[in-house]
């Protein structure tokens, strides 16, 4: 790792790159907020309806647009009847902007503009206007009566998948998250090896649908664009809006402050933001548009339905030596993401000949782009429900089975895991569900009462990663706290529900010594420095990596003030106190030889450019002077006393994270197990869980509650999948059949049983200075297969279609 301060310019910056092993500055803080269950510190604003969501900033005189929706899913608009409704009571105009209504292509940051004049239609429910109203009801109403003709081609629109699958192509593996692989011989293999399996699992679309519908209020002043808009990634999304409209970064400010979750839905922005913004600059007046929940599943994205075929080949012991794994996914056409349902397929197991390949179907249904997990939530569903059959196959237990195909370095690139503990939660999983004493290696072997009984267990994994990210740490005056001082943290990281508020403020509370009260977080604004966002299980880590060296940054600050060095200093209660002598390493001895040689080159520059006459200072720009301080060995000072000796009276730092080699010199990922056990009944065919477990590791855990949390949402969204979650779309038009809560089933109390979450104790000083691991997406990966497996354990019949409703049971 390179830590390098930066003294130029008025905010110190410190910078990390993650190059081999890192020690973390949380073993030498004295508070220990990390790790611990601390409540959400956002908790009590949102229980009493103080946290504003997007829809609920209020602008004067503000007006309504709702979108309107293609009613075709394969043609032309060739007119907007905008007199249509212009005798609705309550409607001011119809914005038909055709530059600028598209499909937004999620991924790669694209907006599609259509490149003739009329709009080209590409799905049923594709916006195509906005009608603005002084109430929402009116805009409502006039985006019903709308009168729009168009060249319907809806007879040649791609409607039915096990139709197109003839018409299956290559992906796009530049702009995809995985690539084609192959290693050894996979054909070759399968044919030699002595137990062989070889399915095909089909699952279908499913839809984000966050719990706070998509919704921006834009306005200008001037030049200048606000918007209000529920979004995961700020920056990357201020960069979309700019594009769309073609204006400068800079006169876009995206505001983000708490969002109602987005599982991938709002990693970039949705048609209604650029019809806001553009309405607002037609009419001069701020706009609000709220996406219904109909809209939200038409117009934004779903997760692309899969076909996946895994062909496993292994010797009589059940060591693996093949494994393929070839996907189809669907979109629209010409679009570049792909479901990347293999990812973890390349290093979860053993096995010499290995394929993952990946072909597009294009379909004219809605866009589909990430959700939750992209990629490992269905890969890991078809792997493990085939690893399963291959233990029932080889008469194994189907742990036993995961445990004689343990790599012991990822097998497809040779490169060592960081940390990787899969056999721990496997071990500890097991134990803690009961699994020797429930789980019986015959199939329906148990009924009670009317209901068939059977246990299932599924391997979790989802990649770790570090993105670059920056932050800014402010230690300023605060009459209003005990302690007379607080840090304002400013990132315009977002917190999805995923409680990045409350373990940014553990963070940075630890490591400047102050309560967590004493920390202001300010999170979801494009003014503040740039983070990745929320996505891919990388917010907490780079976002978080970008704060902690903020105040890393601060300490050494704060130690420079006193005439210490940092790791001679310790912060508690809001005072700096000395905790020993420094000693020097060999690279800070190097520095300071460094340092003492530019000084002496400094002089030199001085004594010439004095000699002709000019006066230049080059050195002691950040000369300190510690003589107010007397720092004996028991002296302790108060931080709000060195802020306030401060011209400024506050204290500001910046910290950088970058990732560097040890994305590619060591394979990073979170590992888990499900386990569950359900009742199918004998009659019905109906399928109730009656508990999961689940152990995960992601490293180190900066709060119990909340990563408990992280997993108890995976293991539900197995149930989803596993159970009723499926998109629909009407073969004859296109139409989104289930588009509500209503018709598009999600598990809901009554059918969550009690879950357990096991977090399997880990450390990882590859990943980031704080030695965490993405947790977010880790126990949704897979997370049906243990129940697919369970029901086929309960029953003994396996489905391989997705998702298991009775009607395929019986
Ligand atoms: Mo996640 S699907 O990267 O929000």
Not at 138 to 160: H, M
Not at 177 to 191: I, M, W
Not at 479 to 507: C, H, N, R
Not at 732 to 742: S, V
Request: charged fraction near 25%; charge should be negative; proline fraction near 4%.
């Amino acid at each position: 790792a390179a830590f390098d301060t930066d003294i130029l310019g008025s905010e110190p910056t410190k910078r990390m790159m993650m190059n081999g092993p890192v020690d973390t500055l949380f073993d030498k803080t004295s508070s220990k907020l990390v790790g611990k269950p601390v409540t959400r510190v956002d908790g009590s604003l949102k229980v009493s309806g103080q946290a504003p969501y997007s829809a609920e900033f209020y602008k004067d005189n503000r007006v309504y647009g709702v979108l309107a929706g293609a009613t075709i899913s394969n043609g032309k608009v060739t007119n907007i009847d905008t007199e249509s409704v212009a005798d609705i009571p309550g409607v001011i105009k119809v914005v038909t902007d055709a530059k600028h209504f598209l499909r937004n292509s999620q991924q790669g940051g694209k907006m599609k503009a259509p490149t003739q004049g009329a709009i080209d239609i590409a799905y049923h429910g594709q916006p195509i206007a906005i009608v603005v109203g002084e109430t929402f009801e009116a805009a409502t109403e006039g985006a019903k009566a709308l009168v729009v003709s168009y060249e319907d081609e809806t007879d040649e629109a791609a409607l039915d998948f096990k139709q197109e699958l003839k018409n299956a192509h290559e992906v796009n593996e530049k702009e995809g998250s995985d690539k084609n692989s192959e290693h050894g011989d996979p054909e070759k293999g399968l044919q030699q090896s002595a137990v062989t399996l070889d399915r095909v699992y089909t699952t279908p679309s499913q839809s984000n649908s966050p719990m706070e519908p998509h919704s921006s209020l834009a306005y200008w002043e001037g030049d200048k664009l606000t918007i209000y808009t529920s979004n995961q990634m700020v920056a990357f999304s201020q960069k979309q809006i700019a594009d769309a409209l073609e204006i400068d970064n800079d006169n876009v400010n995206v505001i983000s402050r708490y969002v109602g979750g987005g599982f991938g839905s709002k990693l970039g922005i949705s048609p209604e933001s650029i019809a806001a913004a553009i309405a607002a600059k037609e009419l001069d007046r701020p706009v609000l548009v709220m996406m219904t929940r109909p809209q939200v599943m038409e117009s934004t994205v779903r997760r692309s339905n899969t076909r996946q075929r895994i062909a496993l080949g292994c010797d009589e012991n059940g060591v693996l030596n093949t494994i393929i794994h070839d996907t189809i996914s669907s979109n629209l056409p010409n679009e570049s993401f792909f479901e990347p349902a293999g990812l973890s397929t390349h290093y979860l197991y053993r096995g010499e000949n290995r394929r993952v390949n990946y072909e597009q179907v294009d379909m004219n249904w809605t866009l589909s782009g990430s959700m939750r997990a992209p990629g490992e939530a269905v890969g890991q569903i078809a792997l493990e429900c085939a690893m399963d059959e291959l233990a029932c196959q080889l008469g194994m237990d189907p742990i036993e089975l995961r445990r004689r195909n343990e790599p012991e370095e990822d097998p497809s690139q040779q490169i060592p895991f960081s940390t990787r503990q899969l056999l721990a939660c496997l071990e500890q999983g097991s134990k803690a569900f009961g699994w020797e004493e429930k789980h019986s290696s015959e199939p329906a072997s148990y009924l009670e009462g009317d209901w068939w009984i059977g246990t299932g267990m599924a391997v979790a994994s989802r990649g770790n990663q570090l993105m670059p990210s920056e932050a800014r740490a402010t230690l300023q005056l605060d009459p209003s706290k005990t302690l007379g001082v607080k840090a304002v943290i400013e990132s315009d990281m977002t917190d999805i529900g995923t409680g990045s508020y409350t373990v940014f403020s553990q963070v940075a509370a630890d490591l400047l010594g102050l309560p967590i009260d004493h920390i202001d977080m300010q999170l979801g604004d494009s003014r503040f420095p740039s983070s990745p966002g929320s996505g891919g299980s990388f917010g907490a880590a780079s976002a978080g990596s970008s704060i902690y060296l903020a105040c890393a940054e601060l300490r050494e600050q704060i130690a420079k003030r006193v005439g210490l060095h940092a790791d001679t200093i310790q912060l508690g209660e809001g005072q700096v106190s000395k905790t020993g002598e420094h000693q020097a390493g060999v690279a800070e001895r190097a520095v300071e030889a460094g340092k003492k040689a530019l000084d002496a080159l400094v002089d030199k520059v001085e004594d010439a450019t004095e000699k002709v006459g000019l006066s230049v200072s080059m050195k002691g720009s950040n000369n300190i002077d510690p003589e107010q301080y007397d720092f004996s060995d028991s002296a302790t000072y108060p931080l709000a006393d060195i802020i306030s000796q401060l011209e400024d009276k506050k204290l500001s730092a910046k910290g950088q994270i970058a990732p560097g080699k040890n994305g590619k010199s060591h394979r990073q990922a979170c590992y888990g197990a499900n386990f569950a056990e359900v009742a199918v009944h004998r009659v019905t065919g109906e399928v109730r869980v009656k508990n999961m477990t689940g152990a995960f590791t992601a490293g180190r855990i900066l709060n119990h509650n909340l990563a408990t949390s992280q997993c108890y949402g995976g293991m539900v969204f197995g149930i989803g999948a596993a159970l009723m979650e499926e998109v629909i779309h009407d073969k004859r038009d296109g139409r989104l059949c289930n588009h509500d809560l209503a018709e598009y089933h999600l598990p809901v109390n009554a059918d969550v049983p009690q879950l357990e979450v096991i977090l399997v104790e880990e450390d990882d000083p590859y990943t980031n200075p704080m030695h965490i691991k993405g947790i977010g997406e880790t126990a949704i990966s897979g997370a049906a297969a243990a129940i697919a497996n369970a029901i086929y354990n309960a029953v003994g019949v396996r489905i391989y279609d997705f998702p298991i409703t009775l009607d395929k049971l019986i």
